[in-house]
């Protein structure tokens, strides 16, 4: 059960890391 609520928590970690630097290249492009 730990372990499968900290698998969680990385995969949200990284899904958002992965949409803020989707985001962050949108910007650099826009500029």
Known sequence: MKLKKS???I???VAT???I???ANDNK???
Do not use: E
């Open 7 to 9: 698998g969680k928590i």
């Open 17 to 19: 890391a992965a949409l």
């Open 29 to 31: 492009k826009s500029k």
């Open 21 to 23: 630097a989707s985001l």
């Open 11 to 13: 995969t949200v970690l």
